[in-house]
């Protein structure tokens, strides 16, 4: 079955509206653990608009489950943050400074060889590697070639051509790199804009999906539902048929 890692992004977003802590960071971080969700990521961008530095400490120090942190390896306060927590994974996601939200994978062609200095930094500390990249064959390929442990597919494409009521091509491009990084033994992650209509249709058809990221759309569910249940919501779409 495909884990559940959960983006708190918008929960410290909510908290920094106001200042002081409520809602509690650490604390919805735990009662997502609770809940079920296999993990928790953050992306601390360099404003610390959302999650803060202190937060990525904080959470470090209390967390059971898996952590994920994800971020531009460009960043040189970036890499310190991530060698002091040292979470079970980082993310490298090509985000410039004060990006909205990420809107393109790496061109691991043009950036193999920063990629692949970079990356043994945290692999040599024993922290799994992921790469953010396009449903693209040839950028899986070269992904391969970096030393990076595995690949995050960028599904924002995926998600609009669902929604417009087109999910065979939708998912066809996500299928052939899914299908090029098992030829090649890197694992795959997923993430950006899946949400409870759609997650279901593509978990079931990429092989061997190790690992889905949502933050957005199930902390939006969460105002209607409920966090717990949204959480186990979520977990369900992610469930093979057969078990349902």
């Known amino acids: 079955m495909t884990n559940l890692s959960v983006n708190i992004n918008k929960i410290a977003t909510l908290r920094n509206a106001r200042g002081g802590n409520n809602p509690n960071l650490i604390k919805t971080a735990l009662d997502i653990e609770n809940f079920g969700a296999y993990g928790i990521t953050v992306h601390p961008r360099p404003d610390e608009r ?22 531009n390896p460009t960043e040189e306060n970036f890499v310190k943050l991530v060698m002091d927590c040292k979470p079970t994974q980082v993310t490298f996601v090509p985000d410039i400074r004060g990006q909205i939200t990420s809107n393109h994978g790496w061109d691991t062609i043009k950036n193999k060889e920063f990629l692949k200095n970079i990356i043994p930094v945290f692999t040599n500390a024993g922290i799994r590697v992921s790469i953010f990249v396009d449903a693209d064959v ?107």
Request: charged content about 20%; overall charge negative; hydrophobic content about 45%.
């Open 138 to 244: 040839n950028m899986i390929a070269a992904a391969k070639d970096t030393g990076t442990n595995r690949v995050e597919l960028y599904t924002e494409s995926y998600a609009k051509q669902f929604t417009a009521g087109n999910k065979e091509a939708a998912i066809a491009p996500f299928i052939a790199a899914a299908l090029k990084a098992n030829e090649l033994e890197l694992g795959i992650n997923a993430g950006h804009d899946l949400d409870l209509q759609n997650l279901n249709y593509f978990a079931q058809n990429i092989p061997n999906l190790l690992e889905v990221s949502i933050g957005h759309a199930l902390i939006c569910d969460a105002l209607y539902l409920g966090l717990e249940n949204a959480v186990q919501l979520y977990k369900k779409q992610l469930t093979p048929i057969m078990n349902q």
């Open 50 to 71: 959302h999650i803060t530095y202190k937060d990525v400490y904080n959470l470090k120090e209390v967390l059971t489950t898996e952590f994920n942190i994800e971020g």
